[in-house]
């Protein structure tokens, strides 16, 4: 059940809607016949911003969390969906290890743990966990708050192969995001499958390259639909390490918030959108070193938090992650007054569900300095895939979730090219 | 929902259950492997007979109907089934053209195809229906009973293809059982798939030969369980054309009754079931033309009404279609007090739901001269895949469901040795 959600759709997202739909066939075709040249990552998250004038993919996660807030009526399509990745990954596979996120985990990612188990031993594959933490030296228990446990095991490392007494995977799933570097005892397994690859980590990914991607797919997309590939992606500049020291590391910062600021502004105005534009500043490597910052104007910069501008210019020195500036997009949807925002969750090139954070008493051009806030997971209640046809655009939640399900897609098939790009045994073909 | 579900489960089901619970990851492998050998047919659905004390496919249907008796909540993952079968086949497809079955068109058969039509259709498919019948001649409007319409179209055979005007599809998707012959438009259709391809067709397929794949399949994975392949399928006899005429043909059959009604005793006695065994008799091909007869004794033969005994000594003659004498399992599931038959549907090599047939005043050892009765559907409550771990077996339903689901996956993977083996086109490796 999504209870009162509000939705104030206007103008161009009803056009995007109405498009979307009626170009069904042509969609699905394309997003197979991208697939058959660009892998899907195994699983993830994308997390949406439906501003009501675009929507567009602001973030997706490639070790996922989360998966505890699926409906229970969707775990079938979950299910199915890992059947599907399994058979093409290793189909001769009988066992799988999990590797859960290091270090403290909280009761949430512990329900999401179980549910993960329970999606990849429903497909068929015997399932236990393996953990990266020092501390786990023996197999130990671990209660779930809603009922049962798990048993974390300590990991086995061979020299060719990764492993738990007793027990010899075929394919290793990784759900640590490898923000804090990357174990020696996962490098080197080429007898195993180990996913998502480790150039998929934290330590590796950079969020320009990942935005690069994500208008390149925009585009494509948009093309094949006549429609303006603004509406699908935010606009973002990269302010990159290594150009800036001292003084000029707070000019470059400025020319960079400066520079999306007036791409989105002309944008506003062509699409007469009478709101004030923001971007969103995040480190542009790594997952957690400095937390997203939201301004309306470079010269907010100035009156920043000292310690918080210190860490942004910190990161552009050598040594930095750089930081990229993106288009902040405001989100429209409402769950009675508090901010949702949409999370489509993926398996192989499947949607199989999705659910919104609700952020309580968080505005929705707030600046986005509170985005780590505590939130409220609802399920989608409907299914992606079941749009209502001859229906009014933004009148029907079905709907809603097949447009939320098409534009997750474009921010996996981003990953998928991200992903092709920076993998270091690629086989190069000139 | 499914209210009031009885299931009387003693013995050795039990075990089976328990078993093929215990043994899910195996079992998943199994198919896994499998299905990388011999592809499954388009869809299917497999009609299943739960005895109590065993569980067998008594039916396979290659061109199913019933689809709107899915619980619409599983409609998701038929859709996602159809993807992927999609994928598979021709990535590259915009457009699918259905053929439905030949008339008259029941107002069931008419809800059952506009749910075929939504699941290709949201699984991003142009999808319209050409007709093999003489009688349309340009694009008919036929309503639907629950609300709707469809548009069944003239279909327009090219020299190497087959289409509507203005529509030329990759893939032909066929939901007629060619039982009253194959049409000459249907042939040599080498451009397109064609599918189920045209010896899946009623005019071909034998239930003799359906009969001896399950059987092989059966043995395959009751040794991987370590368990009687007979809990998994009927006990056949073929009584075959050509071998009888006259007096001779009585015999024959009264031969075949008694083989297939010892061996079951055999087994009964093995079991300790207080039962009476019967058969059934069919015709070996054909969809229509020969009612089911059930017998408990190859002397009830004399006694049955002369019109019907004609008819299957008939079939025994020089160009009848042969019987089969098949192992009657009895149905010990019930909806209140009215026999239920559970139908489980399937899509590519997905389960994607499935329904009862509940037979009003049948009681389960009937003799099935009453099969074709009037039935009312009871769409599964719950996935087929989703076991509860740990629950007693015969205590869950969706532990039930799996099984039926794996039973009808052993159906499914019979009629595709049967469609490799009958292969016109097939390339023979030697």
């Known amino acids: 059940m999504v ?18 739909l009626e170009s069904m066939p042509a969609i699905e075709r394309w997003f197979r016949l991208e697939w058959m040249e ?3 990552p195994l699983y993830a998250t994308a997390d949406l911003r439906n501003a009501g004038f675009k929507l567009a ?17 969707m775990l079938p399509l979950a299910v199915q969906a890992a059947m599907a990745a399994i058979e093409k990954i290793c189909p001769e596979a009988k066992n799988l290890l999990l590797i859960p996120r290091r270090g403290p985990r909280s009761s949430f ?39 049962g446990e798990l048993l974390l095991e300590p990991l086995l490392r061979g020299p060719r192969r990764l492993g738990l007494k007793g027990f010899d995977p075929c394919t290793v799933l990784l759900n640590d995001d490898l923000g804090a570097g990357t174990p020696a005892l996962l490098t080197k397994l080429h007898e195993q499958y180990l996913l998502p690859p480790l150039h998929a980590g934290w330590g590796v990914r950079q969020r320009s390259v990942q935005s690069r991607n994500a208008e390149e797919v925009a585009k494509k997309f948009a093309k094949l639909l006549g429609m303006d590939p ?29 520079a999306v600021l007036s791409k989105v502004r002309r944008k506003y105005k062509d699409y007469a959108i009478n709101e004030r534009p923001f971007v969103v500043i995040k480190p542009d490597r790594g997952s957690t070193e400095l937390r997203f910052v939201g301004v309306r104007d470079a010269k907010e910069l100035a009156n920043l938090e000292p310690t918080l501008r210190q860490a942004l210019l910190d990161a552009l020195e050598r040594g930095g992650s750089g930081l990229l500036v993106q288009e902040g997009v405001p989100a429209c949807e409402r769950v009675n007054d508090a901010l949702a925002e949409p999370v489509v969750c993926l398996i192989d090139r499947y949607v199989v569900g999705g659910w919104y954070r609700v952020h309580a008493s968080l505005a929705g051009d707030a600046p986005l300095t509170a985005l780590g806030a505590r939130y409220v997971p609802l399920a989608f209640a409907e299914s992606h895939r079941l749009p209502r046809r001859g229906e009014k655009p933004g009148a029907s939640a079905p709907n809603r979730f097949y447009m939320y399900g098409v534009v997750a897609r474009l921010a996996l098939l981003a990953a998928a090219y991200e992903l092709e790009a920076s993998d270091p045994d690629a086989e190069v073909y000139d």
């Open 3 to 20: 209870p009162h959600l509000i939705t104030a759709l206007t103008g161009p997202i009803n056009e995007l809607e109405a498009r979307i």
């Open 109 to 147: 990612y512990l329900s999401h743990l179980q549910r993960l188990v329970e999606v990849f031993n429903q497909a068929g594959l015997n399932v236990r966990l393996g953990a990266l933490d020092d501390d786990i030296t023996a197999p130990t228990a671990v209660a779930v708050p809603e009922g």
């Open 230 to 258: 603004w509406l699908l992606h935010p606009v973002s500049a990269s302010v990159a390490v290594g150009q800036a020291n001292g003084a000029h590391a707070a000019e470059s910062l400025q020319h960079g918030i400066d």
């Open 57 to 73: 993919p602001v973030d997706v996660d490639l070790f996922p969390a989360g998966f505890h807030h699926l409906a229970p009526q």
């Open 38 to 40: 660009h892998t899907p």
